[in-house]
Structure formats: structure tokens, C-alpha cells
């Protein structure tokens, strides 16, 4: 596992507090489920509340307390990395790809017993990058899984899981935290790493990053921050250009397709956008029926293509940027006015 410090604040769930009070009265109550799939959008913190969850099954003091004490022998372990009865399943070092024989070397750890309490845990992040062969190998343990064996798979969407798999799981479905707690913990962060932005910086990542927090440290990590910013304003102005029909959708298609913003994450930010914004209008009332049918639809047909680049990974995105540009263009025609 990654960062014990970050680890440990997971386990008191600030982003997720009713799922949390429902995992740990499940355990308490000796009513856990043998698999979950901890579900939601990237970079909301689906493998660290596994990770704490994880934790907390494992740790001596579990009956007694509400989070991971930190320093019994089992927590000790899980900070060093080294619990015998913690499997982290992960892609190999530059893979994408969690291979059979990661599985099968799982599956015959899985079969000797276990060192410590009894219990053991297995995380698989992310699931959807388990081949087939991986998937129909880690299948027959889902079906027939150990005495206190259990399986915590982290996906973007359940959709990309084989029905086989998700039939024998458990979903939770989180959701990225509400503005002020996500601002309030990336500021944190902020300051922490000396680095310094606006409130209308901040929000803007956010926005490109769909309210993902953890994303939005990637992104400050991976970018020069200026062109990022300069990037996302370019963005929100060709887009009301469109609305005014002042550029033509497919120069705005070739100057975007110059972007360092990749399309997937292009289409979270606009995604959120439109969502924001038809939140915005339906608090003040403005919201016209033809002209709201139109945004609603549009902003479904941006859901289905970025549900379709999820699956399908030969796309080719320049033809469908074209696309959502001229229908934008289009949509301007029919709610202006």
C-alpha cells in the first residue's frame, strides 16, 4: 500500500461516511459480504477506503474500535507493507494489465492458511484490468471463496467487469465529495506542497478533474500549472464561442486536438461543467423546458461516449470530438433566444 499517513486519515471516511458506518456494522454484526466492488469515478479515493477498510478488518483491537488502532502488530505490518494476509493486486510495473499468473500465484497463497487472525483480505486494483484469463481464474474463488477470505475490487464502473464477476460481488457506489469538502482538503494539500492558487484556480481543476480531489494532485504532479490553467481557459472560451456561433466547430476541434488535455479527461470537465451549470439554474429558476431538454440530452450523449472510450479502446477520438463539437454548435442554434 501507498501512504500510511493518507491510509489512516482514510479510516475516519470524510468522503464517505455513511459507506463507512455500513462496512464496519457489517463486520461488527458477522454479516460481510465475501466480495465487494467499490465503484465511482477516478481519483475519489476507491482504493484508499478499501485500503482502510482493509485495515480495519485486520486490525487485533477490530471488535473494540471504529478505525485501524495504528499500533497493534497487524497495523504495524500493514504501514511496512509486509502483512501476510494482505494481497494487493496491481498491475506490474509499466503493464496495464493484471496477468493469470498474478491470480494464480494469488490463488495458491490463498490456499495455505492464513498467519495472523484468520481473516484475509484481497484488493485487485483496478479490476477491470484483469485479462480474461485473469477474470475466469479468480472466478472459481469468487464462487467458492475461503473461510474469512475477502475480495475488495476497485473499478470505474462495474460495467467493465464481466456479468460473472459482478453477479458474485457486493457494489458499493461512491461518489466524489460535495465542493467544500473536496476545496477544503485539496487546500490542505496545497499548502503542505507550498503551492499556491487561487479559489477560481482551484475550482477550475476540479472541474477538469469532475470533483476528483485525488485527481487533481495527479494533474498538478503531471502539468506546468500555468499552461494547464491557460489550457482549461481556452476551453470554457471556445465553447462560448460556439455558443455565438463566432468559430466554426471543426477549427475548434483542430486546435483542441493540440491540447495536452487528453479527450477522456476533456469530456469530464465538460461533462461536470453541464452538470454545474444545470444545477446552477434549476437553484435560480431559470430553467427553460425546451432549451433544458436539448442541454439533458447532449450531456447524455457525452455520458455514452465516454461510457463507450471506457470499453472500447480503439475509438478514434478525432472523429468523435468532430462530432460533439458540431452537435454543441447545433445545440446553440435551438436554445438561443
Partial sequence: MS???????????????????ELT?????????????FTGPRGIGKYQLA???ASYLLCDAQSSVQQACGVCKSCRLIQANNHPDLYD????????????????????????????SGRRIVIINP???????????????????????????IAESVDLLPPTIR????VLRLA??????????LQDQLVAQEISLSTNDLNELLRLAGG????????IQQYTLPILLAQIKMLSEDLLALQQRTLHPLVCAARWQKSPVPFPLLLVWWIYGLQGQLVEAVGRNELRPYKTEKQMAFLDHLLEVRGQLQKHTTLNEALLLEDLLIRWYDLSQTTNG
Wanted: aromatic share 8%; hydrophobic share 45%.
Fill in 51 to 53: 485500503s482502510a477498510y
Fill in 167 to 170: 453477479s458474485r460481488c457486493q
Fill in 3 to 21: 501512504d500510511v499517513k493518507q491510509q489512516l486519515a482514510w479510516q475516519q471516511s470524510i468522503w464517505h461516511p455513511s459507506i463507512w458506518r
Fill in 25 to 37: 456494522a457489517l463486520a461488527k454484526h458477522n454479516q460481510l459480504h465475501h466480495a465487494f466492488i
Fill in 212 to 219: 476528483a480531489p485525488l485527481l487533481v494532485v495527479e494533474l
Fill in 89 to 116: 493486486i496491481q498491475p506490474e510495473e509499466k503493464s496495464k494489465i493484471i496477468k493469470i499468473d498474478q491470480v494464480r500465484q494469488l490463488i495458491t497463497e490463498l490456499g495455505k492458511t492464513a498467519s495472523l
Fill in 176 to 185: 466524489a465529495p460535495n465542493q467544500q469538502q473536496a476545496t477544503s482538503w
Fill in 127 to 153: 479490476a477491470e484490468a484483469m485479462n480474461e484469463a485473469a477474470a475466469n481464474a479468480l472466478l472459481k474463488n469468487l464462487e467458492e471463496p475461503g473461510a474469512n477470505t475477502h475480495f475488495f475490487l
